[in-house]
């Protein structure tokens, strides 16, 4: 069983390389701010608590948040592990973590705040499956619809300037601390997230001494053959 958090500033890539991961480790992928979505697209109770907060930027209380992990966990459909993306994201949420699970590697994707600008404002979300695009590595075959289901790509409520300063404000104040947190517990692997999703991909597993992807992704630039061990 492997537990991992993955944390990383906004467009960094952690959904990508979480989904990746979970995809051929059959773990678990958590994605705080994904179920946030899902539920404002929804219209659930949990949606309108959340939807204004979420379009501001802001984070949401830490109690709400505890509670969907909390929840989120207990379901225990998690028999090889899980990989958890957007939490804990300040002290308080990392010692409520801490306390309740073990977890055997924190992944670090570090990107400086001018590339943050980029990647972000290229991103967009499909309204049907919630799959992320991000126009600047691939365009969809059709332009403006999903691939996967042919929905609408829409831009996030969030992806505004604004809301993105707030966001990478509180990423530097309130989640560098968490990284502290974990460094002393000799969890992070810290991996520069700047290059192709497939090398982040490998330099992740290397890091974390797991094998590499068995075949190669699609958009790699020339991924380098066969893929050399296994
Ligand atoms: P990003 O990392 O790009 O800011 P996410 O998709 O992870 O985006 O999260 C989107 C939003 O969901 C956040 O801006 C915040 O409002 C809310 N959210 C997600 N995770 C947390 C958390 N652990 N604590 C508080 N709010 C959260
Ligand atoms: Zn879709």
Known sequence: MRKYVIMGVQGSGKGTQAMLLAADLDL??????????????????????VRRTMAGGELVG???VEG???TRLADHDWNFGFIIDGFPRNERQAEFFLESYDIDGVIHLEMPDSEVRRRVMARRLCAGCGMDYNLLAST????????????ELVTREDDTEEALAVRLRDYHQKTNPVLDIFRRKEYVVTVDARPG???VQKEIRERLGLPPLPAAGQ????????????
């Open 28 to 49: 678990v992928h958590i994605s705080v701010g994904d179920i946030f979505r899902w539920n404002v697209q929804h219209h659930t109770k949990l949606g309108a608590q």
């Open 62 to 64: 830490d109690d709400l």
């Open 68 to 70: 969907v992990v909390k």
């Open 140 to 151: 969809p075959s059709t332009a403006g619809r999903c691939d996967v289901c042919g929905g």
């Open 197 to 199: 999703r497939d090398i």
């Open 219 to 230: 958009d790699g630039p020339a991924a380098g053959g066969a893929a050399a061990g296994r």
